[in-house]
């Protein structure tokens, strides 16, 4: 018994591991892999199906934050699109030039690209002010007024000349002062159509019994002649101006006082306005400008008188862009007639000898400017924007080469990592930036 007990616990002892009965390796309830039934999960009550309810909830949030992250993502880059812009800070090339020297500009020229062209801007303005009357003075005055002159007589013109006189019903002469032609007569329609033409008379005497109302007027230098009733005259209005007696005046002193002050007041207006009316990008120097003054004729009223002055402004300006390229040919070495302006040409010094220049008939003038000024290269931007619309930032570089006269470039793209500049030009802003002299 004992001999069998020992040789049954060696061949135990023997046994490799692996070839063990199943039955001998014990199960651990952790490892257990089972399908419950229907019945086995409803048996667990609440505790198992709220846990399979808060993973799915946990699932559906995580999809929901994904779908309103690719959203945003789309919105944001739909803004983008919609947003973008790009704004080019250009710093153009700059000549800062020293120039003292004559320049002739002529009224008209047939090549203004050659040739400094200037223009005569006109400016009237008047100022009165009411005073006391408080002198007398005698007057004579003589009444005057239109009248039209009509030729039935022929179809030749007829010339009458200075002094003619003209004769109303009641047998009052009016002349003319300057000769005058009354052209001749035209058939219409196989009928005499007169000539004429208007002309202003004179009352021969003083006196407010020339003031007339509408009247006929004869020539009674063709009396006896067959024009004497083939030319005649007819008022276009009511004469006035016939005066004889004493008026009330305006003291001297007063007078000089007053129109003085206007002159003054005229001077600064006339001055601001001719400033204000300037076309844009035309220059206007100071002693470019001749002033004239007119004093209005008096209107007496009720003792008070009404004195008034007129201020003429006649001023020479120039194309900013034509004198800026003027002084570039004459100043800048290796300049090419590229377009240029200079932001610095209202402060050259500019002189001109008025006491030479007729602007009325004058068809040239010589003038003198001197000064410091900065010559700038005009840069094209429609050009420009066209030819960035659409690139790369990053090819811009390649792109100046055509731009030789863009001393410095700086890109500002929005949204800031934007690559690419639009297409749209509205989208596109050009800003030149001019360096300090």
């Known amino acids: 018994m004992f001999l069998y007990i020992f040789m049954a616990k060696q061949i135990q002892d023997i046994t490799p591991p692996e070839k063990r009965s199943i039955r001998n390796i014990p199960i651990s309830n952790s490892r257990r892999v089972f399908s419950p039934r229907?019945?086995?999960?409803?048996?667990?009550?609440?505790?198992?199906?709220?846990?399979?309810?808060?993973g799915g909830k946990e699932t559906s949030r995580a999809v929901l934050w994904g779908i309103a992250f690719v959203s945003?993502?789309?919105?944001?880059?739909?803004?983008?699109?919609?947003?973008?812009?790009?704004?080019?800070?250009?710093t153009p090339k700059v000549e800062t030039v020293s120039f003292d020297q004559d320049i002739m500009a002529y009224r008209e020229v047939k090549d203004p690209a050659v040739s400094l062209v200037y223009t005569v801007m006109t400016v009237v303005r008047e100022a009165t002010r009411s005073v006391e009357a408080t002198g007398e003075e005698a007057v004579s005055r003589v009444a005057s007024g239109k009248i039209i002159i009509y030729n039935k007589y022929s179809t030749a013109g007829q010339r009458l000349i200075k002094n003619t006189r003209f004769e109303s019903p009641d047998g009052l002469i009016f002349r003319i002062k300057d000769p005058i032609t009354v052209p001749g007569a035209k058939k219409v329609n196989g009928e005499l159509v007169p000539g004429s033409v208007e002309a202003v008379v004179y009352a021969d005497q003083p006196g407010d019994r020339y003031n007339i109302s509408l009247s006929d007027f004869t020539i009674p230098g063709f009396k006896g002649d067959p024009r004497y009733t083939a030319f005649y005259a007819r008022s276009k209005e009511v004469f006035t101006g016939?005066?004889?007696?004493?008026?009330?005046?305006?003291?001297?002193?007063?007078?000089?006082?007053?129109?003085?002050?206007?002159?003054?007041?005229?001077?600064?207006?006339?001055?601001?306005?001719?400033?204000?009316?300037?076309?844009?990008?035309?220059?206007?120097y100071d002693?470019?400008?001749?002033?004239?003054?007119?004093?209005?004729p008096d209107s007496v009223v009720d003792g008070k008188a009404v004195l008034g002055v007129r201020a003429t402004l006649s001023a020479v300006i120039f194309d900013g862009a034509q004198l800026a390229t003027t002084i570039a040919q004459q100043s800048v070495r290796g300049y090419g007639d590229e377009p240029v302006y200079s932001p610095d040409l209202s402060q050259l010094n500019f002189f001109l000898d008025r006491n030479k220049v007729r602007l009325d008939t004058d068809k040239q003038i010589t003038f003198h400017l001197a000064g410091q000024m900065r010559i700038v290269y005009r840069l094209d931007d429609a050009s420009f924007i066209r030819d960035?619309?659409?690139?790369?930032?990053?090819t811009l570089p390649s792109l100046l080469k055509k731009y030789p006269h863009i001393e410095h470039i700086e890109t500002i793209p929005r949204p800031f990592w934007a690559k690419t500049v639009p297409l749209e030009p509205e989208k596109i802003k050009v800003v030149i930036t001019v360096p300090e002299k």
């Open 38 to 54: 229907v019945s086995d999960v409803s048996a667990r009550g609440n505790g198992s199906a709220s846990g399979t309810s808060a």
């Open 242 to 284: 016939g005066f004889v007696g004493t008026v009330k005046r305006v003291d001297q002193m007063v007078r000089e006082t007053t129109i003085a002050e206007l002159k003054e007041k005229l001077s600064k207006e006339i001055d601001a306005e001719a400033t204000a009316e300037k076309p844009d990008g035309f220059v206007l």
């Open 72 to 90: 945003l993502v789309i919105l944001i880059t739909a803004l983008s699109a919609v947003f973008a812009s790009t704004t080019f800070e250009v």
């Open 388 to 394: 960035v619309a659409g690139i790369e930032v990053s």
């Open 287 to 296: 002693q470019a400008k001749f002033v004239t003054f007119t004093t209005l």
